[in-house]
């Protein structure tokens, strides 16, 4: 439990450059104060305490302004930036490391029991405001801008905007996929380093990130060998690494972030 939570809370840190100290993540950010009492309740509506699920959810709703309902099946590191507003419905599943904002409804769009709200897959975005309505799929790395009404599924790396939704930007192919994994691993801002774009600073940075996955998966093989053989234990991907300051170098002028002013210490 303790580890889902320090997950959550780093999850924060990543998402939302005004978050400063763990402190402050655990008692100012209602989103992960809905998050921990869903997971609560949740356990509870699994284990047929309804009532006190649903109670727990009010609970929440009233602290928060975020109504989760305890049936909704949410994945790790889910975080809710701001949170006023937010309505996730019973039967929404949400994947791991989506993000919504503050306005935010996975809504039904009938009054007949079963299946009636959206399906999230992992490292979805969706933008405050956004209504995602019915049983349908919104896919992996896909983004919702700001007060968008999404009634139709969406494609895996897809962005809809609009009323009603329509994709303005198409699913990325997988090489585009596999640089915007590896730059949000390491720490860069996929939104903007890691488009296709003739611009040789993207162009070098993509062919950097082509560069780490494929060390990537050097170290893994020889990671694995070195386990079978006994000399040391399988490693797994760090991503905690600090961001990189290629902004910072190239704008002398911009405020420093922490990392860097260490290491030039
Ligand atoms: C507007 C609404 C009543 C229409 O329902 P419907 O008659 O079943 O409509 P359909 O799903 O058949 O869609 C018909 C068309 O309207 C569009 N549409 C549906 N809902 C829309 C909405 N909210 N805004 C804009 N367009 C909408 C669809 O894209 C479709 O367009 P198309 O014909 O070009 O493909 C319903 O989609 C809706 O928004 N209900 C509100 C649900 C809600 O607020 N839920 C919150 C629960 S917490």
């Keep these: 439990m303790f580890a889902r939570l320090k997950e959550d809370i780093g999850c924060v840190f990543e998402r939302d450059p005004a978050a400063r100290t763990a402190f402050e993540v655990v008692t100012t ?10 997971r609560l309740a949740h356990r509870l509506w699994l284990r047929d305490f309804k009532w006190l699920a649903r109670l727990l959810s009010n609970v929440a709703r009233l602290f928060t302004g975020i109504e989760i309902h305890p049936g909704a099946v949410i994945g790790r590191r889910f975080f809710i930036d701001h949170g006023m507003g937010v309505v996730i419905g019973e039967t929404a ?3 791991d ?13 009938t009054w007949q029991k079963g299946k009636r709200h959206p399906t999230l897959g992992r490292d ?5 405001g956004a209504k995602v309505l019915g049983p349908i799929e919104i896919g992996d790395g896909a983004r919702i801008g700001s007060n968008a009404v999404v009634v139709k599924s969406v494609p895996a790396g897809a962005t809809a905007v609009g009323v009603p939704g329509r994709i303005i930007e198409p699913a990325r192919d997988a090489t ?12 860069f801002d ?5 488009r296709d774009a003739p611009d040789p600073v993207a162009n070098a940075i993509n062919s950097m990130l082509d560069h780490i996955h494929h060390m990537d998966g050097r170290m893994e093989v020889m990671s694995r060998a ?7 234990h399988h490693f797994e991907h760090d991503s905690d690494l600090d961001s990189m300051a290629i902004e910072e170098a190239a ?15």
């Design 124 to 128: 979805v975005v969706v933008g405050a």
């Design 97 to 109: 490391d989506c993000t919504l904002y503050h306005g935010v409804t996975l809504g039904g769009t």
């Design 29 to 38: 950010y209602p989103g992960l104060h809905a998050v921990m009492m869903h």
């Design 190 to 194: 996929a939104y903007g380093a890691t």
């Design 93 to 95: 599943v949400i994947g």
């Design 226 to 232: 070195l386990e079978q053989h006994g000399i040391m």
């Design 176 to 187: 585009a996929q596999r640089r915007a994994d590896t730059a949000r691993r390491i720490g």
């Design 251 to 265: 704008h002398p002028d911009l405020p420093q972030s922490d990392s860097l002013k260490k290491s030039r210490a």
